[in-house]
């Protein structure tokens, strides 16, 4: 299990910056975990959640998560990597980039790392500019590259 780094307030988050925090768990993408991503957001394209057609059909040799599965799983992985203090809550303030290199095949294990890239005082708080990297056990290229921006607030 990874242990988080744990911060304290304004100037423990700002001694963060350009560290890297490390790698979370691998989780296991089960094709259970796709098909209810697919009813959850209403993408059902069959390169998903048609595995037979998939693994003929398909120039990944089976079904694949998608991509927007990946990201989401950001609340999972964070926590994994830092955990806060100092503060009384703290809110996903959305994305600056995010791109899909490489796929993630169902049956796979994914994992995340994280660099804090920028941290900015804001009214009540802090902004934290972060880059997520995640990557697929055994992969050559990352699954996913996010910059994401997070807020805590004291």
Same mark, same amino acid.
């Not at 037979?52 to 991509?67: L, N, V």
């Not at 490489?102 to 500019?129: F, W, Y």
């Given at each position: 299990?990874?242990?988080?780094?744990?911060?304290?307030?304004?100037?423990?988050?700002?001694?963060?910056?350009?560290?890297?925090?490390?790698?979370?768990?691998?989780?296991?993408?089960?094709?259970?975990?796709?098909?209810?991503?697919?009813?959850?957001?209403?993408?059902?394209?069959?390169?998903?959640?048609?595995?037979?057609?998939?693994?003929?059909?398909?120039?990944?040799?089976?079904?694949?998560?998608?991509?927007?599965?990946?990201?989401?799983?950001?609340?999972?992985?964070?926590?994994?990597?830092?955990?806060?203090?100092?503060?009384?809550?703290?809110?996903?303030?959305?994305?600056?980039?995010?791109?899909?290199?490489?796929? &993630?095949?169902? =049956? $796979? +294990?994914?994992?995340?790392? !994280?660099? #804090?890239?920028?941290?900015?005082?804001?009214?009540?708080?802090?902004?934290?500019?972060?880059?997520?990297?995640?990557? &697929?056990?055994? =992969? $050559? +290229?990352?699954?996913?590259? !996010?910059? #994401?921006?997070?807020?805590?607030?004291?």
């Amino acid at each position: 299990m990874s242990t988080p780094i744990t911060v304290d307030g304004v100037e423990g988050v700002k001694s963060l910056v350009g560290k890297d925090l490390g790698t979370s768990d691998w989780i296991e993408i089960t094709q259970e975990k796709v098909d209810l991503f697919a009813d959850a957001t209403g993408d059902h394209q069959w390169i998903h959640v048609d595995p037979e057609r998939a693994k003929k059909e398909s120039p990944f040799g089976g079904p694949i998560a998608h991509g927007y599965l990946t990201l989401s799983l950001t609340p999972l992985f964070l926590p994994q990597l830092m955990n806060f203090t100092g503060f009384s809550m703290g809110v996903n303030y959305g994305t600056e980039k995010v791109r899909f290199p490489s796929p &993630v095949p169902v =049956g $796979s +294990k994914l994992r995340a790392g !994280a660099v #804090i890239d920028e941290v900015t005082e804001i009214k009540g708080g802090v902004q934290m500019q972060c880059t997520l990297t995640f990557e &697929v056990e055994g =992969g $050559s +290229k990352p699954a996913c590259v !996010a910059t #994401i921006v997070v807020r805590q607030y004291v």
